[in-house]
């Protein structure tokens, strides 16, 4: 094959493709040849029936055409592919003679390709020439640039402030959405409209646009502007308007971005501060003025020199002094003051100028005719002064009148007293002076009248008291504010008499502790109390005993069962003996068997003897888990023959109780027995009974009994605890109230929960550690 | 009585104990021995029927009141498994109800503890028929 010279329209030439037999044109044409081989573009040669004629070396290079794709049609170009789709632009520029342009993608490499017609002479079309300029890179740029200005769009539209882009003639190029909708504007409407004619020419301020034009000039940093401006929908808004020149590399052009901040609320918020400051301080001044005119305080205000530098009316009526006395400068609070409280000035100039202030004290004054008034003093420095201060006096005569009327009136009481068993007594400390009202000599059964001392008075307390005495004493030496105490009296003739002493101390004029209290005879109430405590121990007894009636079979079985061990026992030994030859080591065992189940049985009668004999409380630190299950083992048979299937859940580690172990057995066993009975008619479930011992917060242990029995009313929750209500037809009803006082006396709580599933949950809580009262 | 010890060793018939009490669980058994049976002692009626004495068991002697399984459960069970095994009744609890029910349901003896051994021989003899 060799090449043919085919000139193109624009006087370019291709090689290759036809067979050409000129050879000395040949030479001419191979320099053309060689000048396109040259060019970087590829170019293809198309023939009318889109045949490839020809293609320069590029097109070989870049598009991959192969010498043998010449005279194959476009459609039949596997390399590159996409060729074919080519035809059809091809066959509109042969027809229509009108260059097109086409994209062109091969792999990651974009190009756009120039489709011209190839005219002969006679300008007859008779093909195509494809130019692909590749474009890669430009279309990446533009597609990054595409995407930076998303990006900027949607960060300048989430800023909240409004933002707008101006030109050299401060004419609106574009806004942020923020923009737009403060001024309630759409983006066309605005386009190139001079700022000052925004919003009915707010903006048509000289200064604003004296600083736009000197900041795009560059020659000017912007300095913020405030404007006021109307919204039709927002109302009057301050804004602060701000501005940066912007500039865009390689234009010449400037533009300025302007910002909005909207500072109404701010400085609403700022007014309203400062109005409310000036209506405090203006509330505040009031406030003192009319303390001062109000002359129920007196009002000093003084140096440290001992001038009183002015003073209100209040202050010169309890000194009996004139305003011309004071404005002469005759009035000195130095002179005013009694030789024995300079001490109390000279301590409150000292906290003065350590601290500034001087906390409130008692003092006295000279009156003008030379008596004295008790006053109370406080006071405060001037703010930045070291010598100048306020003081403010409270003329304190009417209370010290109404305390030594209040003394002088307590022969009035005496009678009260004796009405009330109510003695009272001062008792100066420093001094061991006891003075006894009449009732308290009769309390103690002293001559009226005798001295009254410390020892005295330890001859009648109950000897057992005299540590609560002592301790009194030493509280009252220590300083004491006051004190109350409980203590008996052990008189001659052996009667014990419970007093209950409240005291309360004061400083006396010359500043020492004296205690003023009263005693009170409370032996009937204390005896009521014990009849009460007596009346409920054989309350509990009565149900004690009413447990041990409903309990015969279950202690029966309980001594039953060991018995039944001794006597098989026996049997067994006494047939080893005489057997022929004896059985020795099997009688020793089974003696030793026996001996083991006689302990047992008399422990079971050991554990009913501490339930049921009436006998006094025993306080002691005890293991509920312990207790409720020597319970457990009494009542065991007695539930089994109840068909009640006991869960026993004991916590483990539970601390130690304080209380009477068998008052709380028999709480226990008495909701032992009520669960027992709540399920006796239930048939349809399992006769479920849950035992649960359990620790709560802050130092409780709990006792659960949760039964699946017929439950309670709600309505009859509070009369379950009530003495001789109940359910039961055999009952006494005694045992919930009894339970309850009982719980009660060990500081506890005991109450009734209904289940979520049928029947209901009795519980008691009482403290770990506490220093119980039993009664 | 004496003849019992004599038995031969194949010839003693295997009497069961089921209580949930540990000194009749220690005691009965040496007794029964030395009546010349042999014995075998269970703390509760479940464990009596997964073990292998149920099969061989002559004579059960049963407590009433356990944990779990009752003694009349167990009587029942047996009697449902087609266990034709004699009961002596053992109970601490004189329930006339109880011990009704016991007779209805085929019990051989209803014995209170405590029992004299001569009382649980002739029971023994009864429940076996032996005259």
Sequence with gaps: MTTQRVMLTDGWTSYQGVNVDDAAENTATSDLIKILDTVEVPIVVVQRDFMIASFNKAAADVLGLSPSDIGRALRDISVPPGLSRLEQQCSQVIIGGVECRADFRQGDRSFVVRISPNTKDDRQVTGTVLTFTNVTAFRASIDQAIYERECTKAILNTVVDPLVVLSADHRIQSGNRAFYTMFGVSRDETQEVPLSELGHSAFEVASLQKQLDETLAGSHVFQPIEVDHVFTAKGQRTLILDARPLSFPGHSERRVLVTFQ?????????????????????????????????????????????????????????????????????????????????????????????????????????????????????????????????????????????????????????????????????????????????????????????????????????PEDIPLLNDMIDRARGGASGFEYEYRLLLPDHLVKYLHLIAHGSRGKDGQLEYIGAVQ????????????????????????????????????????????????????????????????????????????????????????????????????????????????????????????????????????????????????????????????????????????????????????????????????????????????NDGMGIGLSVSRSIIESHQGRLWATRNEGPGATFSFSIPCRTDTKVQ | MKS????????????????????????????????????????????????????????????????????????????????????????????????????????????LKPFSDTALFTALNTALGVS
């Design chain 1, 262 to 462: 909207d500072i109404t609320e701010r400085k609403q918020a700022e007014a309203a501060k400062d109005l409310r400051s000036e209506e405090e301080l203006r509330r505040s001044e009031a406030k003192i003025r009319r303390l001062v005119e109000a002359n129920v305080v007196g009002i000093v205000m003084f140096n440290l020199e001992g001038a009183i530098i002015s003073a209100n009316e209040a202050f010169l009526h309890m000194v009996q002094y004139s305003r011309e006395d004071l404005d002469s400068g005759r009035v000195r609070w130095k002179d005013l003051t009694p030789a024995e409280w300079r001490d109390c000035d000279d301590r409150a100039i000292a906290e003065l100028n350590a601290t500034g202030i001087f906390q409130p004290f008692e003092k006295e004054y000279f009156r003008r005719d030379g008596s004295r008034v008790p006053v109370l003093l406080g006071g405060a420095f001037f703010e930045g002064s070291g010598n100048e201060g306020v003081a403010f006096i409270l003329d304190l005569s009417e209370e010290k009148r109404a305390e030594e009327a209040l003394r002088r009136s307590e022969a009035f009481l005496k009678e009260g007293q004796r009405l009330a068993r109510i003695g009272t007594f001062s008792w100066h400390v420093a001094t061991e002076e006891i003075t006894w009202s009449e009732e308290l000599y009769r309390i103690f059964e002293f001559q009226h009248g005798a001295p009254v001392t410390l020892e005295l008075i330890s001859t009648r307390v109950h």
């Design chain 1, 521 to 728: 005879d409370v032996t009937q109430r204390r005896s009521s109390e014990a009849a009460l405590a007596k009346a409920q121990s054989e309350l509990a007894h009565v149900a004690r005993v009413t447990s041990l009636g409903a309990l015969t079979a279950s202690i029966a079985h309980e001594i039953n069962q060991p018995l039944s061990g001794i006597f098989t026992n026996c049997s067994t030994c006494l047939r080893m003996l005489t057997a022929d030859p004896p059985n020795l080591d099997g009688a020793r065992e089974t003696a030793r068997r026996t001996m083991r189940d006689g302990n047992r049985a008399s422990a079971v009668i050991a554990r009913l003897h501490a339930l049921f004999s009436k006998k006094d409380t025993t306080i002691e630190m005890l293991d509920l888990n312990e207790a409720v299950r020597e319970v457990i083992a009494l009542s065991l048979s007695e539930l089994q023959r109840h068909r009640v299937i006991l869960r026993p859940e004991l916590a483990d580690n539970l601390p130690l109780v304080t209380g009477d172990r068998v008052q709380l057995q028999q709480v226990i066993l008495n909701l032992l027995q009520n669960a027992s009975d709540a399920m006796s008619t239930v048939d349809d479930r399992p006769r479920d009974l849950l035992i649960r011992t359990e620790r709560e917060e802050g130092d409780w242990v709990r006792f659960s009994v949760k039964d699946a029995g017929v439950g309670f009313d709600p309505q009859t929750m509070d009369k379950l605890f009530e003495a001789f209500y109940t359910t039961k």
């Design chain 2, 4 to 111: 019992c010890r004599e038995r031969s060793a194949i010839e003693r018939s295997l009497v069961t104990v089921v209580d949930d009490d540990e000194s009749v669980r220690e005691s009965l058994p040496d007794l029964l021995r030395e009546f010349g049976f042999a014995a075998h002692a269970f703390s509760s009626a479940e464990e009596f029927l997964a073990s292998d004495s149920v099969g061989e068991t002559k004579c059960l002697i049963l407590d009433i009141a356990m944990p779990g399984m009752t003694g009349l459960d167990l009587q029942r069970e047996l009697k449902i498994r087609a266990h034709k095994i004699p009961i002596i009744f053992i109970t601490a609890q004189n329930d006339e109800v109880v011990r009704a029910r016991a007779f209805d349901q085929g019990a051989a003896e209803f014995l």
